[in-house]
């Protein structure tokens, strides 16, 4: 037995795995022995082998299992040592303790790894990859080495969901974010491979506490993409949309499913409205199309002011009188920062289509009546807002396709410049896209998304209060507090919950009792 304990001081590390082969091959020695003097390398009798292997159990592995575990566990799985680890699962098994604390550790690397993902800001460009990599890792360790142990699975899922929940919403928007370029990217990329990573995306989104804020984000996403023409499949975009309604139910994507409603219900508007010589005629030469949205199903958007010039106004004017003889009563509110059109520049060398934001097409349409314009005199023609003159002028002029020339050149504008149309611009293409200067999604952007989710989070919190209190009559501040944890589907600190208390006594739908403080009474 002295061999064998030198064995056991030696199996930390990377020498972890030549122990477990070296305790694997002592077992099938011992049985062989065991095996009677009449088999083959046999010479013990076949009544000693279960008190022979129960002593190497207790010393080979129960003695020394949690060494194994502490110097060499994690290597196996970064190394995916898949044999060994296989080897480590089927030796630790005959003891009763082995796999439960096999599985503590496997929850304990599952942890650390994750949180260094998704604690790590400068990682937030590639976390959700690498969290989609990490739970493709470990669910191949869970199906292959531990044998598809249902232990070992619930323990990826309450590991992953214990992790992804410590930086609270960050996840969700870049799940969120991570669909919606998957979502554009469209080329190189089958219907089948697109499906796949959907679901590897909805498997992380399932351990997501704040579903509210991925809802905000996906939703924002998906409304571009819908108006701009950039999904690359229809068919993925509604697929997403039934998995995310089995996953959460038919209220989480009733807006969702309104929005995509909205896009066909235009399409048949515009087609009758084409049908309708008195109204189509109205608009000339002018080729266009719009989409009706209906208020409080798609995101909101800021009022952009913005001057229109008379031939655009005379054809929105056409498309508002012919939607509202057909449904009177109604109000509509033109959103200009969601516009684009396709415009016909005549450069010297040669005419091409300028594929561009409305922003940009009224800046670019001014230099129909002149050549030169300042800073001062666009903005008083378009009554664009400071900032976003100053992008879009930035995206004109000072970008990869200057269509102007700015004066004097430079990457910034100023109140000061003037703006000159580029006549000899020349580009091989004949349709050309000119990016907007975007924002960086922007902080504000993300911001207001952001603030949205916790101003509706205050009126669910609210709703639940009134609930329980109206049906309990009366509270302590302890037991309230419990059971709003309980019915609550995200996130928020019991201090949080005190403000909305408090908020609802101001506003005499609770007060609290006469001798007690601490018990809240629902008032009726």
């Known amino acids: 037995m002295d061999s064998i304990s030198a064995g056991t001081e030696n199996s930390g590390g990377s020498s972890v795995a030549s122990y477990l082969e070296h305790v694997d091959r002592r077992f099938e020695e011992e049985k ?11 010479y013990l009798s076949i009544g000693t082998r279960k008190g022979m292997l129960i002593l190497l159990e207790r010393l080979l592995i129960e003695r020394c299992q949690r060494t194994l575990l502490e110097k060499g566990f994690d290597e196996l799985i970064q190394e995916s040592m898949t044999d060994a680890l296989a080897r480590m699962y089927s030796l630790f098994s005959k003891t009763s303790t082995g796999l439960p604390e096999m599985q503590k550790f496997f ?10 993902i998704v604690n790590d800001i400068a990682r937030d460009t590639t976390m959700v990859a690498d969290l989609l990599s990490l739970k493709r890792k470990m669910d191949e360790m869970g199906s292959g080495p531990f044998a598809g142990d249902k232990a070992f699975a619930r323990t990826i899922r309450d590991s992953f969901e214990k992790f992804i929940n410590k930086r609270q919403n960050k996840p969700a928007e ?12 469209g080329k190189g990329t089958s219907e089948s491979e697109t499906e796949d990573v959907l679901d590897q995306c909805l498997a992380l989104f399932r351990f997501i506490q704040g579903k509210d804020v991925f809802e905000a984000f996906y939703k924002k996403d998906l409304a571009k993409r819908l ?15 039934l998995k995310l309604k089995a996953e ?9 499913e309104s929005m995509f409603k909205d896009i066909e219900t235009s399409k048949d508007i515009v087609a009758s409205f084409k049908q309708s010589p008195r109204f189509y005629e109205r608009l000339g030469s ?3 199309y719009v989409n009706f949205l209906t208020a409080g199903m798609w995101p909101t958007y800021p009022p952009a002011p913005l ?24 109000r509509l509110v033109w959103q200009n920062q969601l516009g684009h059109c396709v415009l016909r520049g005549h450069f010297k060398k040669a005419t091409k289509e300028l594929s561009v934001s409305l922003f940009q097409a009224i800046i670019l349409l001014m230099f129909n009546t002149g050549d030169v314009f300042t800073y001062k005199e666009i903005a008083l023609s378009t009554s664009m807002e400071a900032k976003e003159l100053e992008r879009t002028l930035q995206s004109l002029a000072c970008g990869k396709i200057r269509i102007l020339n700015k004066i004097p050149k430079g990457r910034d504008v100023n109140p000061d410049d003037k703006f000159q149309f580029n006549a000899s611009f020349e580009n091989p293409l004949y349709r050309i896209k000119v990016n907007s200067i975007q924002m960086k999604e922007t902080v504000e952007e993300n911001k207001d998304t952001t603030e949205k989710v916790f101003s509706d989070r205050q009126y669910q919190v609210d709703a639940a209060i009134v609930r329980i209190m109206k049906t309990r009559k009366k509270l302590t501040h302890t037991l309230l507090i ?15 919950l005190k403000k909305r208390i408090e908020s609802l006594i101001d506003r005499e739908y609770l007060e609290r009792e006469g001798t007690d403080s601490s018990t809240y009474v629902y008032l009726a």
């Open 107 to 116: 929850g304990d690397y599952i942890s650390k790894v994750g949180l260094s």
């Open 482 to 496: 419990a059971e709003l944890f309980d019915q609550l589907k995200f996130p928020i600190k019991a201090q949080d």
């Open 174 to 185: 870049l799940i969120a974010k991570h669909i919606d370029a998957l979502m554009k990217a």
């Open 32 to 42: 062989t022995r065991c095996a009677g003097p009449t088999a083959i390398g046999g």
């Open 227 to 241: 108006l701009l023409g950039k999904s690359s499949s229809v068919d993925s975009e509604k697929s997403m949309l």
């Open 307 to 330: 001057t229109i010039p008379q031939e655009l106004e005379k054809c929105q004017e056409a498309y508002k009188e012919f939607y509202l003889s057909k449904h009177s009563g109604r």
């Open 286 to 288: 002018i080729d266009m």
């Open 248 to 256: 959460c139910g038919p209220g989480f994507t009733s807006k969702l």
